[in-house]
C-alpha cells in the first residue's frame, strides 16, 4: 500500500494548478482551486462520495489511495478536468485582449 501511495502520489504531482500536501494514512490532501467543484465533478464522473472536501483544510480536497487501476482512473479525470478548466481559463482571458484591443 505505501509503494502504491508513493506512486500516485507522484502522478498527481505532476498535474498543473494541483499541489499536493503532506498526507498519512489512505488518503492524498492536494490544494486546488474551487474544491467544492472540483469534488462534485469528480464524483459525477466517478462513484458519488470519492473525492471529499475537508472542513478544516481550506482549498484542498481528500482523494482516496486504492488499487493500481483506481488511482489511475481517478489521475485521469482529475488531469483532464484541471486541463480543461486551465484551457477554458486561456482562451476566456485572450478573449478578453482581443476584444480591449479593438
Do not use: C, H
Not at 500516485?8 to 489512505?26: C, Q
Not at 475537508?54 to 487501476?69: E, F, I, M, S, T
Amino acid at each position: 500500500m505505501d509503494e502504491e501511495r508513493e506512486r500516485f502520489f507522484s502522478r498527481l504531482a505532476t498535474i498543473p494548478g494541483l499541489r499536493t500536501m503532506p498526507s498519512i494514512g489512505a488518503w492524498i490532501l492536494v490544494e486546488v482551486d474551487n474544491p467544492a467543484d472540483i469534488a462534485r465533478k469528480v464524483n459525477r464522473r466517478l462513484t458519488p462520495g470519492i473525492v471529499s472536501v475537508p472542513r478544516n483544510v481550506p482549498g484542498a480536497v481528500r482523494l482516496p489511495v486504492r488499487d493500481p487501476k483506481s488511482n489511475e482512473e481517478l489521475f485521469v479525470t482529475i488531469r483532464d478536468l484541471l486541463y480543461k478548466k486551465a484551457r477554458t481559463r486561456y482562451f476566456q482571458e485572450l478573449r478578453q485582449v482581443s476584444l480591449a484591443a479593438k
